[in-house]
């Protein structure tokens, strides 16, 4: 356990805390937070998470361009649902994503668990995607995402950031209730 990766996951929590409650501020919070990561991951030798980050880093800022064109009346960010089309979509593009990765990762590195980080790299950018194009199904790819890299950070003794994914699992259940209230205030309110 680091400093870096103790400040870097302090970052992270309060980012997606703020994405939860819609905020734009998660954006230059979780910019930070990406960016501490980036060492935390090469010191782990987990190079897609990594490079990860660094994508993680063009999707924060994209994002925090497209949420603030986006906001309502009360300074929140308004939600858009996604077309099945784009679903599916997308879904295809991070498993091509994660077979690529995985290979050139397998191949050409010393990387602790290629695969696995391969296929987890891929579907996180979906979901970021999904999460700057402020679909709630975000939401529900990142629990399962979480809920899968808790486990491969206990594996690679990255306990904090073990924790901390522990953690983004709730948050995910919270931004998934929030989200939903918020495109469906009326029903919310019965």
Do not use: N
């Not at 990561?37 to 925090?64: E, H, M, N, P, R």
């Not at 397998?106 to 579907?123: E, G, I, K, V």
């Amino acid at each position: 356990m680091s400093l870096t990766e103790l400040i870097a996951a302090l970052l992270s929590a309060w980012g997606v805390w703020l994405t939860t409650q819609r905020r734009p501020w998660c954006w230059p919070v979780g910019l930070v937070s990406v960016l501490a990561y980036t060492w935390v991951f090469v010191d782990a030798k987990l190079y897609s998470d990594a490079l990860l980050q660094l994508a993680f880093a063009v999707l924060i800022v994209y994002g925090w361009h497209r949420w603030l064109h986006h906001l309502g009346d009360d300074g929140r960010v308004e939600v858009a649902p996604l077309p099945r089309k784009s679903f599916v979509a997308h879904a295809a593009i991070g498993a091509i994503g994660a077979l690529a990765l995985g290979f050139t990762m397998h191949r050409w590195t010393d990387a602790a668990l290629p695969w696995l980080d391969a296929a987890l790299t891929a579907y996180s950018l979906v979901a970021q995607w999904w999460q700057a194009r402020r679909h709630i199904a975000a939401w529900w790819l990142w629990i399962v995402v979480d809920v899968i890299y808790v486990g491969e950070y206990v594996y690679k003794s990255l306990l904090i950031t073990s924790a901390l994914y522990a953690g983004f699992i709730v948050l995910a259940v919270i931004g998934l209730r929030s989200w939903r209230r918020a495109q469906h205030p009326r029903a919310a309110g019965a």
